[in-house]
């Protein structure tokens, strides 16, 4: 058989306190009954003792005198006394003179009690014994006394137990058992709802302390899932809407504007040059400069609109019942105008702008993925477009993505397939017509669809690795190439060859372009590695170490596209360069006022005066060339020249002069008659 023990806090209190009750109140009755009995055998002692005095005294007279019949008398009137067991008059010589016993037999179970007295005469001779008198009593009354009384105590008792249990079993459930029951259903119902609902109590008691306790726990506890839910849906740094609230609420926006017939649109912006920004001027910094972005986008839009950081430097804003494309157009000028108000960093006034890209629904698409994708794709576009602008998307945009994703997948396997050729530009002296170089381009030629162009693809796999894969081929290539037109007689041939900036973000990329000039067997010095000026300012301290290792292995470095950059001539000074490579933009500013032509005479300038080689980009007509040839730039590449050819073009370029000292061979497009 089980035995089932109560649960509740309130009956476990009576299963201990109502026996301890018990035990103490029938402990404490046995104990005053027994107090009480010890009195009663005192009392019965006493008057024992003063009985026997008494009928002592009233015997020795007659005792002395002889008188039998008073001694009688007096002896037979103690029969009639109650608790007398025995009395037993004894004379002097021992003899039993007189014996008397009560009406009441010795009950069973009872005590005696005993006396004995001797009978003194006094006389003046002294005092003469006459006997004594001995005297039995019995508590049998008193007994029946204390049964008497432990009935009646029995009955207080266990009323007075039943009173007691009572009130304490209504004390137990009125000030513990129901108010745990309160805390018990606070608990169960705040733990199955989201809402925290506190304890109202009064009492100032140790339980009124417990629930205080609960609940501030309680208010602890909803804090938190505020806070939680708070970082849940918001950016910790701008504390705008993150990725994840923008979705929902742009949703909702959808189905309020799908009901009504509204239109709705998405701004995707992007912080232009914002990672160049954030490593020259260091993380923190950035982190502020976000900041104020989003405060200011946020303090253009209506309170009705959503601003959410999408990641990194990138915010998209969410345009609720818009009238017209023209209101889209409207907020971007405005974001444009506030972010572009200078803002202090480090001491430093940095002007920034920003690119936004726009799409509408429902034209542009009906659901958050496809409205927030077509924004980014009219940001792109934006970017393309020379940044600190906006564009709205159109579906031509949709099909140059899918373009650029169709390319950047088979990219990959052109690599592989060897699908990839060299091209090559020579570089001319501009006195002498002769050919001193060639800068290797890279071509992809795509089965069935023929050469794509270098803008088509480099920029998609200057967004992944590939751009160090490709990078890795053209070395390859190129050194195999010089070694060729070596065994073929035509000297050794610089080439330049240009690396991405992702091969100055990780020092294995450098090591193993050294790598594989060394395996070519070729010496580093006949090969030039071009770089813009942004590849050093991404992270200037790494990529001047880098750029010094490649120096010291021997191999010429060469700034690409100079002036179009940063042209920061503090890092300029700190370069190992041997050539600067003067931009096409400025060379094509010759021939069209005078600014031009100042700004390339102060880079030949400069040059010259850092000890630097020259190349002039970009040369497309004589007057230009007349020009760098007066202006002391000694050598130039472009299409006056010729354009990038395959190497079975260029070879012939190679081999039309005479005499056959490299130095000396002229272009054969343009022969040095022509050139003077």
Known sequence: ????????????????????????????????????????????????????????????????????????????????????????????????????????????????????????????????????????????????????????????????????????????????????????????????????????????????????????????????????????????????????????????????????????????????????????????????????????????????????????????????????????????????????????????????????????????????????KNADMALFEAKGRGRNTFHFFDQAMNNRALRRLDIAVALRHAIAQDQLELYYQPKVDTRSGAIVGAEALVRWRRPGEGIIPPGDFIPQAEESDLIVAVGEWVMRRACAQVLSWRQQGFGDIPVAVNLSPRHFQRERDIDRIIALVEEAGLPPALIEIEVTESTVMRDPDLAIALLWRLRDHGFGIAIDDFGSGYSNLAYLRRLPIRTLKIDRAFVADIDQGKDGAEIVRAIIAMANALGLGLVAEGVETEAQLRFLRESDCTVAQGFFFSRPLPVAEFEPLLRASDPPAFAARPVLARPVAALS
């Open 1 to 372: 058989m089980t035995i089932a023990f109560p649960r509740g806090i309130g009956s476990k209190l009576l299963l201990i306190v109502l026996p301890g009750m018990l035990i103490g109140t029938v402990a404490m009755f046995l104990a005053f009954e027994r107090i009480d009995e010890r009195g009663r055998m005192a009392a019965l002692q006493l008057r024992l003792d003063n009985f026997t005095i008494t009928l002592a005294a009233a015997l020795v007279k007659p005792l002395w005198e002889f008188d039998d019949s008073t001694v009688e008398r007096l002896f037979a009137a103690t029969a009639d006394v109650p608790e007398l067991l025995e009395a037993r008059l004894v004379n002097a010589d021992d003899i039993v003179m007189a014996i008397v016993r009560g009406h009441r037999a010795e009950p069973e179970g009872t005590t005696a009690l005993h006396k004995t007295m001797a009978l003194v005469q006094k006389s003046p001779a002294g005092d003469i014994a006459v006997g004594r008198l001995e005297v039995s009593f019995h508590d049998g009354l008193v007994q029946d006394e204390i049964h008497s009384q432990r009935a009646g105590g029995l009955l207080v008792l266990i009323g007075s137990f039943l009173l007691l249990g009572g009130a304490t079993l209504i004390a137990v459930r009125l000030i513990v058992a129901r108010p745990l029951s309160r805390l018990r259903d606070s608990l169960f119902r705040n733990a199955s709802t989201q809402t925290r609902e506190p304890l109202v109590w009064q009492a100032r008691d140790e339980l009124g302390e417990v629930v205080g306790a609960y609940n501030q726990l309680l208010a602890e506890i909803d804090q938190h899932n505020r806070d939680i839910h708070h970082l849940a849906y918001h950016d910790p740094l701008t504390n705008l809407p993150n990725r994840q609230l923008l979705e929902d609420r742009l949703g909702h926006a959808i189905a309020v504007a799908e009901r009504h017939q509204r239109q709705i649109a998405v701004l995707f912006a992007d912080i232009d040059n914002f990672k160049v920004i954030n490593d020259t001027l260091g993380h923190k910094q950035g982190d502020r400069l976000l900041n104020t972005v989003a405060e200011r986008i946020a303090a253009t839009v209506r309170g009705m609109d959503t601003v959410a950081r999408w990641g990194g430097d990138e915010f998209v804003l969410v345009l609720e019942t818009i009238s017209s494309p023209g209101e889209a157009a409207s907020v971007a000028e405005k974001l444009i105008e506030a972010v572009g108000v200078p803002v202090a960093l480090n001491t430093t006034l940095i002007r920034i702008g920003v690119s936004i890209g726009i799409s509408l629904y429902p034209q542009d698409g009906r659901d958050v993925t496809t409205l927030i």
